[in-house]
């Protein structure tokens, strides 16, 4: 079952075409990552998905039901976890805590079991009765999650849960993240960090410029990287043209070596031995790998030579 449907999702701001079109499925109880790089329009979508943004043009139907005709049903059942934590700064962990459980119209008596749970959950416990304001940006972030996950929403979104935090707070964060899931809450999160897709999703959808390169799984999308080669390069004196090399995909200058991606190692090599030679430079190293994840990335998101 799909919990979440996106059918030709667009977003302008002015003229700018921050999200392109995009279509994607979530199926129920799946870690979904929403991976790119920054202004890829991560955010954009969230917020669109989470009914902060009006789309442009497009279909969201959330729970089998229209978004924008089933906002408030929708809107109670699902976690929202912005890219900037959201708790009031003037109020203390707890009572930030409190204050979501009696917007969500929930017990007194079940308000107070259930912020105990978080906190504790949330290594908050001894800080609860602290002002947000002189929390760490991993506190506040832990804070955030914690409020969203209060009400005990079936589906929750993440804007770059981990971004910019201190490790203990990211490995919490992940933890939870986990655990969550496997009680059986579908989680969509964005985040332009690979490692931390690679290690939490079970699905991947790649986004740059506004739109999807790729939609899978860590593996297939490994597998992708299967059919090129990664070729390291170091030459002396250091001097490349990358015109020359023309059985390239890609091209990366990395200082004083070059990274070249390719379908066809055997011409790409022959390529650099006769450069090398025109050129009277010595081949100090020449490497060949399979690539990684995040070599697969780096090749769907990025231009032929930069
Ligand atoms: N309110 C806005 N007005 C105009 N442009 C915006 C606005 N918000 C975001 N953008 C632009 O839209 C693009 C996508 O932004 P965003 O969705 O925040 O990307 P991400 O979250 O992937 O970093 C970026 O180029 C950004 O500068
Ligand atoms: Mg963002």
């Known amino acids: ?71 408030l049903d929708i809107k109670e059942r699902m976690g929202i976890v912005p890219e900037m934590a959201n708790p009031y700064i003037d109020l203390t962990a707890l009572q930030n805590l409190m204050l979501v459980g009696r917007l969500y119209g929930m017990k007194k008596g079940e308000i107070k079991e259930r912020c105990v749970e978080l906190l504790r959950l949330f290594g908050l416990y001894e800080k609860k009765d602290k002002k947000v304001r002189s929390f760490s940006k991993g506190l506040k972030q832990r804070l955030s999650l914690a409020m969203a996950l209060l009400p005990d929403p079936v589906l929750l979104f993440l804007d770059e849960p981990t971004s910019g935090l201190d490790v203990m707070s990211a490995r919490l964060i992940k933890r939870v993240i986990r655990e969550e899931n496997r009680k059986g809450k579908t989680i969509f999160m964005s985040t332009h960090n690979m490692a931390d897709a690679n290690e939490l999703c079970s699905r991947i959808a790649i986004i740059n410029h506004g739109r999807l390169v790729a939609i899978d799984t860590p593996e297939k999308l490994k597998k992708i990287g299967e059919r090129h080669t990664v070729i390291e390069l170091s030459l002396e004196p250091f001097k490349f043209d990358a015109e020359r090399i023309t059985s390239a995909d890609r091209i990366e200058l990395l200082g004083d070596k070059v990274k070249i991606y390719t379908r066809d190692a055997d011409s790409v090599i022959k390529e650099i031995v006769d450069y090398a030679k025109k050129e009277d430079l010595k081949i100090l190293s020449l490497t060949t790998e399979k690539p990684s994840l995040e070599d697969v990335f780096v090749y769907l998101v990025g231009d032929k030579s930069e």
């Open 1 to 71: 079952m799909n919990v979440i449907e996106v059918e030709g999702l667009t977003k302008y701001y002015g003229n700018f075409l921050a999200v392109d079109h995009i279509d994607f499925e979530v199926k129920k109880g799946e870690i979904f990552g929403f991976l790119g790089p920054n202004g890829a329009g991560k955010t954009t979508t969230i917020r669109m998905l989470t009914g902060i943004l009006r789309p442009s043009e497009g279909k969201i139907r959330i729970f089998d039901m229209n978004l924008r005709e089933k906002m």
